[in-house]
């Protein structure tokens, strides 16, 4: 068992939520030469954090990478020509279908969750330093000021030409918590098209277990919030699997934690009880979105959202539950 490390390359990349299991044994393998046995591994730093493939098909990392690279120029927010950044600098556009449909997906999720999850947190994220990773504690009257852009009553969908219309002048939206989820479906789909029928991609702690390995499902384990190693484990098949945790993008001040996750109602990181939320899922859209939801909203309103979804399931550590909290 291993635990991946990160190592920055052109950005700062994130820490992995989540572990996978079979790393050495695949590069054992695969140097032993056990053709019938081999597993292919490659990874790449993209959308900001580290996208790993495995497989016993060599051709899945390529398809994996072209499908989750075409999504990142849609929809990161930190390419000045996405849809995405188009969309916040103009304040209306043209989407495609795919840009439309998943901002649609972000409302439909704002209003399952009571407006936990919000898209147009945007600009608080910028605010608190949390894009270029120069955090700050901005003042009380600009979190205010800022709280008047928030709200994704203020995305108007015009399904008839896929346009996306903000209501107010400054509205921003930040797909972070629910593209990758989605880069990852993409990914299986196009590894479906191809014949390929076993596959774990983990995007950054967005994790997909496609069939098993050889024979057995994969096994992806959580990290512990506070601490190198794990919690517990799990053995997945055609799951999809991800956490929110306050533990990798963060700064302390006056001995209090700000994590990158918001609570959209006042502007402030979340403070909700919750250090970590894994949700598994049918497919990561779902996962990724319910995540950083039910980390907004803490244990029991999380876990009420949950039961709206079927075939999900949730594990939460709670603050108290942890050392060094
Ligand atoms: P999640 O819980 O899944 O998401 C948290 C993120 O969602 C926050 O960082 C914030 O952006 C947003 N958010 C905060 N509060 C809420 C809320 N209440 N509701 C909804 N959303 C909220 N990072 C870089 O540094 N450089 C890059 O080039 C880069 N490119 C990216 C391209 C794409 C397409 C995407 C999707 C992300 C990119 N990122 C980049 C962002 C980076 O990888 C994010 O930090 C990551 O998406 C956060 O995911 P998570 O799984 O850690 O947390
Ligand atoms: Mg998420």
């Not at 998943?102 to 910028?126: H, M, N, R, Y």
């Amino acid at each position: 068992m291993i635990r991946l490390r990160v190592r920055s390359t052109e950005y700062r990349v994130q820490l992995k939520s989540l572990i996978i299991f079979p790393v050495v044994c695949c590069l054992l393998s695969v140097i032993c030469g056990c053709q019938s046995r081999s597993l292919y591994k490659d990874s790449r730093v993209m959308m900001g954090t580290f996208v790993e493939v495995i497989s016993p098909d060599q051709r899945a990392a390529g398809i994996v990478f072209a499908e989750v690279k075409r999504i990142e120029n849609l929809l990161s927010k930190y390419s000045p020509d996405s849809e995405v950044s188009r969309l916040n600098k103009s304040g209306k556009l043209i989407t495609s279908p795919e840009t439309f449909y998943i901002i649609k997906k972000s409302k439909e999720f704002w209003q399952v969750s009571d407006g936990a999850f919000d898209i147009t947190v945007a600009p608080l994220v910028d605010l608190w330093g949390f894009t270029n990773k120069k955090y700050l504690m901005p003042e009380e009257a600009e979190i205010k000021n800022t709280l008047n852009l928030v709200g994704s009553d203020k995305i108007i969908l015009h399904n008839r030409d896929n346009m996306i219309e903000f209501t107010t002048l400054g509205v921003k939206i930040d797909l972070g918590a629910i593209a990758k989820g989605y880069a990852v479906d993409c990914a299986v789909n196009k590894l479906k098209q191809a014949g390929i029928k076993n596959c774990l991609i983990n995007a950054g702690g967005q994790i997909y277990c496609l069939g098993n390995k050889f024979g057995q499902p994969w096994k992806v384990a959580i990290q512990d919030p506070r601490k190198e190693g794990f919690v517990d484990y799990l053995e997945l098949k055609d799951r999809a699997i991800a956490t929110s945790g306050d533990y990798e993008q963060y700064f302390v001040q006056d001995k209090k934690r700000y994590a990158h996750i918001f609570n959209p109602k006042t502007g402030y990181p979340v403070h909700s009880g919750v250090v970590s939320v894994t949700v598994i899922a049918p497919d990561g859209l779902t996962a990724d979105a319910l995540a950083t939801a039910i980390f907004v909203l803490g244990k029991a309103k999380g876990t009420e959202l949950a039961k709206k979804f079927s075939e999900v399931k949730v594990k939460i550590i709670e603050k108290n539950n942890v050392q060094n909290n």
